[in-house]
């Protein structure tokens, strides 16, 4: 497995595994017709808007092998005063789950934070219903900081979205 940045030539993978990835996780969380019709179409035109136009403190790794993306970090480096880096997106597709890619992936981005970023720390939102990367997240080291409302896409009504903090991201790197 490489890690290396994201190119343009990533983008139609990058937003496939993201789209699969929603589908996985948020069924019954998200809209089903968002799911069904309208996620692959939406995180497509969200990665070449990200890509082509990123934000200047934007950094996206991949992890490939054999030409497949098996999965994607996104973060923004010093995005908040308060709590540092922002984890925005971590995805890893469903064949690779469970093989140490997604710890890889946040361990290189906690690797990027501390080497470009004032700010030691490392965040991310995680969905309350999303069980399954909440327990990832809390293995690695993740403290639940404050509970905060959310409105998924397509829908008209909020969710529990949860705010995760690594104060220090040396205590991810040890992981």
């Given at each position: 497995m490489e890690l290396r940045v994201a190119t343009e030539h990533d983008i139609p993978l990058i937003a496939a595994v993201h789209a699969q990835s929603w589908r996985d996780s948020y069924r019954g969380i998200f809209p089903d017709e968002f799911l069904e019709d309208l996620v692959d179409q939406d995180r497509l035109i969200e990665w070449q808007r990200r890509i082509h136009y990123?934000?200047?403190?934007?950094?996206?790794?991949?992890?490939?092998?054999?030409?497949?993306?098996?999965?994607?970090?996104?973060?923004?480096?010093?995005?908040?005063?308060?709590?540092?880096?922002f984890i925005d997106n971590l995805h890893v597709a469903k064949e690779a789950q469970g093989t140490g890619v997604g710890k890889q992936l946040m361990q290189s981005a906690a690797q990027w934070a501390s080497d470009t970023s004032e700010h030691k720390g490392l965040y991310l939102?995680?969905?309350?219903?999303?069980?399954?990367?909440?327990?990832?997240?809390?293995?690695?080291?993740?403290?639940?900081?404050?509970?905060?409302?959310?409105q998924p896409?397509?829908?008209?009504?909020?969710?529990?979205?949860l705010l995760y903090v690594w104060h220090d991201v040396q205590s991810l790197l040890s992981k």
């Open positions: 990123p934000k200047p403190n934007q950094h996206v790794i991949v992890a490939t092998q054999d030409n497949q993306i098996l999965g994607f970090i996104c973060l923004y480096g010093n995005e908040s005063e308060q709590w540092g880096c939102e995680v969905l309350e219903d999303n069980f399954k990367a909440r327990k990832f997240y809390l293995a690695l080291g993740a403290h639940h900081q404050e509970t905060n409302l959310w896409p397509g829908a008209n009504y909020h969710v529990n979205d």
